[in-house]
C-alpha cells in the first residue's frame, strides 16, 4: 500500500524557515515523482516542486525559485522541503503525492494517483 504523509508545517514570521518532510512507504523512490503542492485559502491546490526518481527537480511556481529547494532521502523513503525567506502568500497547506512518472512530464496541477494528508503552513507578517 502506497502511503505518504506530510509533516513539519508550522506558523513562522515571514523571512522564517520551515522544513517539510514527506515520509514514503509502499513503493520506490527511483520508480516515482513525488511532488510538493498547496493549497491556499480560497485557491485551487497546485504544484510548487517536484522530484523525479532520478533526482531531476523541476519548479512549478517561480515565485519559490530561490527560496525552496526539494531534496530526497531514498534511504530513509523521505523527501523534503526546505522553505526559506517564506512571505505571507506562502500561507497554505501543503502536500506531498507522488505519481509513476517522471516531474517534467507533469504540470503543476497534475492529478496525482497517491497523496498524503497536508500540514498548515502559516506566514504572518
Known amino acids: 500500500e502506497v502511503q505518504l504523509q506530510a509533516s513539519g508545517g508550522g506558523l513562522v514570521q515571514a523571512g522564517g524557515s520551515l522544513r517539510l518532510s514527506c515520509a514514503a512507504s509502499?513503493?520506490?523512490?527511483?520508480?516515482?515523482?513525488i511532488g510538493w503542492f498547496r493549497q491556499a485559502p480560497g485557491k485551487e491546490r497546485k504544484g510548487v516542486l517536484c522530484?523525479?526518481?532520478?533526482?531531476?527537480?523541476?519548479y512549478w511556481k517561480d515565485s519559490v525559485k530561490g527560496r525552496f529547494t526539494i531534496s530526497s532521502d531514498n534511504a530513509k523513503n523521505t523527501v523534503y522541503l526546505q522553505m526559506n525567506n517564506l512571505k505571507p502568500e506562502d500561507t497554505a497547506v501543503y502536500y506531498c503525492?507522488?505519481?509513476?512518472?517522471?516531474?517534467?512530464?507533469?504540470?503543476?496541477?497534475?492529478?496525482?494517483?497517491?497523496w498524503g494528508k497536508g500540514t498548515l503552513v502559516t506566514v504572518s507578517s
Open positions: 503525492a507522488a505519481e509513476e512518472l517522471v516531474c517534467n512530464d507533469m504540470p503543476a496541477y497534475y492529478p496525482m494517483d497517491y
Open positions: 509502499g513503493f520506490t523512490f527511483d520508480d516515482y515523482a
Open positions: 522530484i523525479s526518481g532520478t533526482d531531476d527537480i523541476t
